[in-house]
């Protein structure tokens, strides 16, 4: 198993960053592909970004240039940080990972984007 605690979400005015990070614990980190995922109200969840355990990165069509992936595998960490936040960037955002055939995700952390 491994446990996934998300932090760094907030209330931000438009054109904004935000910084989120996601610690990982119960599994050796520096082996594990981690992915970030976003569920804006009344929409289903949706991919946003991944990096491979060899630190290959893959982003959202929607996100590509705004928003970077990254990990600090020291501190079982991964980051995303996200520049020129817009309103609808206004989601939960999770943290997750895939062991064998099962996915774990985090609590989330709320973004919103004001006007």
């Known amino acids: 198993q491994v446990q996934l605690v998300e932090s760094g979400g907030g209330l931000v005015q438009a054109g904004g960053s935000l910084r989120l990070s996601c610690t990982a614990s119960?599994?050796?980190?520096?082996?594990?592909?981690m992915g970030w995922y976003r569920q804006a109200p009344g929409k289903e969840r949706e991919f946003v970004a991944r990096?491979?355990?060899?630190?290959?990165?893959l982003y959202a069509d929607s996100v590509k240039g705004r928003f970077t992936i990254s990990r600090d595998n020291a501190k079982n960490t991964v980051y995303l940080q996200i520049d020129s936040l817009k309103p609808e960037d206004t989601a939960i955002y999770y943290c997750n990972v895939v062991l064998g055939s099962r996915d774990y995700w985090g609590q989330g952390t709320q973004v919103t984007v004001s006007s």
């Open positions: 119960g599994r050796t980190f520096s082996g594990l592909n």
């Open positions: 990096v491979t355990w060899t630190y290959i990165t």
